[in-house]
């Protein structure tokens, strides 16, 4: 089939245009070439392609195929996103589908493992919310900190919840 690196290289460069014209739809031919042969970053891009409709037809379906592929390889940001999407659906709501939220607390918590701070916050703050022990929250907030970026100051603030709430 080729090599998977070389084509989503290439892929990318049809995709912004960078030294190369423009194609959208070859971008999407090379990311699946690659996405077939195991490479998540193309299943990643592929996925989100088939989100928005770019290159491909729009199928929403095929896009979920395709971001469940890739966290199946351990990508941290892709389970964290799929487990965002699982958590904000209807049935998680309306608590109808406990499998689905079951897994994707799942995805959030391996994402955490992997160490991608916008999961440990998520999941130090579901633990907060959810009212999980002190130490588990504590752990998963500190963590998100430790991390920086974007995701502390939110974590500093759960945690001085989590003390206020603690001392009363």
């Known amino acids: 089939m080729g090599l998977p690196n070389y084509q989503f290289y290439l892929g990318v460069k049809y995709n912004t245009g960078n030294g190369i ?10 990311f699946r070439k690659a996405a077939e042969q195991g490479l998540s970053p193309a299943q990643l ?41 699982r958590l904000t659906e209807k049935d998680y709501k309306s608590a109808k589908d406990l499998k689905m939220v079951t897994k994707g607390i799942k995805w959030v918590r391996e994402a955490a493992i992997e160490g991608l701070a916008d999961a440990q916050l998520d999941l130090g703050e579901a633990y907060y919310l959810q009212g999980m022990s002190m130490k588990e929250k504590k752990w998963w907030l500190k963590s998100a900190m430790q991390n920086a970026g974007k995701p502390s100051g939110h974590a500093q603030l759960i945690l001085g919840r989590l003390t206020n709430d603690s001392e009363q």
Do not use: S
């Open 21 to 30: 014209k423009k194609t959208n739809k070859k971008a999407a031919k090379l």
């Open 45 to 85: 891009m592929l996925a989100y392609l088939c989100m928005i409709g770019n290159g491909v037809q729009h199928d929403f379906q095929q896009g979920l195929h395709w971001y469940h592929m890739a966290a199946e390889q351990n990508n941290p940001i892709v389970m964290r996103n799929i487990a965002m999407h």
